[in-house]
């Protein structure tokens, strides 16, 4: 005799979802521990249960319903399917984490900074995920009865209302594509936005915005719509750093100028660093308010921490060289002259 009020479909969904639990619970123990096996288990066991539970859950209620006289839109068994049909979308994404996981732990250098390897696992999952969602969605709707003409026309009017309401969102949405197509950067690329005077280090790119490490580690969200309309300088992808190093004399050493500018031009010749094969200049450039200006130029390694440190040995040369040829850095100054009758300063 069937129980009452169909009781015997929610205890079947209960049992499920506990069995299920159990059950993978259970195969998690016996396979080795970290293993991936291990872990897509335990990764499965969330979704599955409460996938059993709710469309069981939801099976009974409606079904219940109908009994009771209620005209439904839907019957329960279209409800349950399309609720097991989203689940399994969302147990697969679940597991698509611990797998990408897996394949990046193994393919990226001992440090991690393959950023084109970070740039494709990136793009694969988003990829993924639109996809299984894509699928599931549709899927979904399809078990509940709803054609696909009313699918295409909700797309037309959908495409048509963000045409009309939210330019700001597509114009984002299609930079971001293009970010993943024509890849002015990729993950841990150092970049600056001029115009703006932006810059930091790109920490993730999703399909509205970049977000992006200030140099004092904070967070910075850029909209992808402001990469399509300002240039973007990519520190990383640049071969060399230019050092530019000014400095100047006092007027009484102006003698010194050519031996000064010789013998620097020889320490940037024997100063480990500095790319002998692009330009090293040392001259005298300008007439200054209080001093004779002169500048170094001179060209080293991309990265920062070796151009600092070049930086540093040269200014310090450049001191060196000047006190070895009698003269010395000038200071501002200004000399006071008393207007003729007027009372001495104190």
Known sequence: MPLPFLIHLALAALLAAAGSWLLLDLLAGRAAKGSLGQRLLKR???????????????????????????????SAEQVRDALLTLGLMWTLLRCKGVLLRQIQASQLSGDGTNSHTLYLFDLGNKLITAMVVLIGVIEALELLGVSAQVLIAASGFGAAALGFGARVLIENLLSGVMLYVNRPFVIGDLIQIPSLNLSGTVSEISIYYTQLLTQDRQPLYVPNAVFASNAVINGKRRGHRELVLDFGLRYSDRAAIDAITTELRAVLQRTEGVELDLPRRVHFRAFGESSLDLRLQCFCSSDLDVALDLQQRLLLEIAAVVERQGGKMPFPTRTLIPAQGAPGLL
């Open 44 to 74: 499965c066991r969330l979704g599955i249960s409460v996938t059993l539970l709710l469309a069981g859950l939801s099976w009974w209620l409606l079904s219940l319903l109908v009994q009771l006289g209620w005209n439904a839109p839907r």
